[in-house]
């Protein structure tokens, strides 16, 4: 009798280190160096859901690449929504700090990114909410770096960082 | 012997890594203590002073108007800010002096907060930079531990008439 509530207590006693190690490190790995999410929505197409609504692609997401708030333009980022705090969107940095840009659809013809802003937009232009609509966006707002495309698994890849040829700068920073 | 050191080298990376997960999880979703640095808070919170932020309002979504808040710094994502929010989104904030006669207004947009320090002569904030995302917002300061002659729950803004949404 003694030996079988020997084993229970030794048995919570394990169960408990286990849970107080697996927990913590489970949650700072999948906040600090990456987690997987599903993509939503046409905003991006045709690099990440140009099935539409039949199949959603599921992006790999690295937090540890913009610990720094270093991106680069064209890659593809997830980011707090400016609008919505509930809400993350997936878009591509177009332009830094510095640069200036030639806008499609938003109220100034021309815009200077700010210190610590970036420009985003989406792929499918006409079908996205992006800096378009809401301007330069803060660095602070950063949240990771899309790298590959995790499912289907026919969509298999790496995310280029490629800008897309339409949208090169008025003038960069560098010049 | 070596054996002997591998095993222990191996056993503190391990507690290393696991305190400094339980460390993450309390900073990001509990609170911790910060410091305040600069003039803008005055009276209120000086230069210097050790307060306790706490983070589960920012989760929530629990920020209110008189609230104390630690934000990302909107130019500068690697510095924080501590400012009080003034006026949550679709709020109307006067920005000119409330003596002036011809008086202006700007409405607070969706998903932002307006910030203003209580030391309002000295205090770089929104009326500098305009609202700010709700997303930027880290946690909410709510009580002092030191100075010790001030220990205790954060007063209400010294500015009143702020808050007055006519």
Redesign the interface.
């Known amino acids: 009798m003694a030996q079988s509530q020997g084993w229970v207590k030794r048995y919570l006693k394990a169960f408990c280190k286990g849970f107080?190690?697996a927990?913590?490190?489970a949650?700072?790995?999948l906040?600090?160096v990456a987690c997987v999410a599903r993509v939503e929505g046409a905003s991006m197409q045709p690099s990440l859901n140009p099935g539409g609504s039949q199949s959603s692609d599921v992006v790999l997401l690295n937090h540890w690449k913009v610990r720094?708030?270093e991106v680069q333009r064209g890659d593809i980022v997830s980011l707090?929504?400016?609008?919505?705090?509930?809400q993350k969107i997936i878009k591509r940095v177009i332009a830094l700090e510095g640069d200036i840009i030639r806008t499609m659809g938003h109220k100034n013809r021309y815009v200077k990114v700010?210190?610590?802003?970036i420009w985003v937009e989406g792929d499918h232009h006409g079908h996205s909410f992006d800096s378009n609509s809401f301007g330069p966006?803060?660095?602070?707002?950063?949240h990771a770096h899309a790298t590959h495309i995790l499912w289907p698994p026919e969509r298999w890849q790496k995310l280029e960082s490629v800008l897309p040829p339409e949208r090169i700068l008025v003038k960069s920073e560098e010049e | 012997m070596l054996r002997g050191v591998l095993g222990k080298t191996f056993r503190l990376v391990g507690y290393t890594?696991?305190y400094?997960?339980?460390a993450?999880?309390a900073f990001?979703y509990v609170g911790g203590v910060v410091m305040c640095s600069g003039p803008s808070m005055e009276p209120t919170i000086q230069n210097s002073d050790i307060v306790f932020a706490e983070n589960l309002s920012r989760h929530f979504?629990g920020i209110q108007r008189g609230d104390i808040v630690i934000?990302?710094?909107?130019?500068?994502?690697?510095s924080n800010i501590c400012k009080r929010v003034i006026g949550l989104e679709g709020d109307k904030i006067l920005t000119t002096n409330p003596s002036d006669f011809f008086k202006s207004h700007i409405y607070v947009?969706?998903?932002?907060v307006w910030l203003e320090g209580d030391n309002l002569q000295n205090s770089t904030d929104s009326r500098y930079y305009g609202p700010?995302?709700?997303?930027?917002i880290r946690g909410r300061i709510f009580f002092k531990i030191w100075p010790l002659s001030d220990f205790g729950f954060l007063r209400d803004s010294p500015n009143g008439h702020r808050f007055s949404d006519d």
């Open positions: 107080f190690v927990v913590p490190v949650v700072t790995f906040d600090r720094n708030f707090v929504s400016p609008k919505n705090p509930e700010p210190r610590g802003h966006v803060s660095l602070g707002l950063l | 890594i696991q400094g997960c339980i993450h999880c990001e979504y934000a990302k710094s909107p130019s500068d994502p690697k947009p969706t998903g932002h700010i995302p709700y997303g930027l």
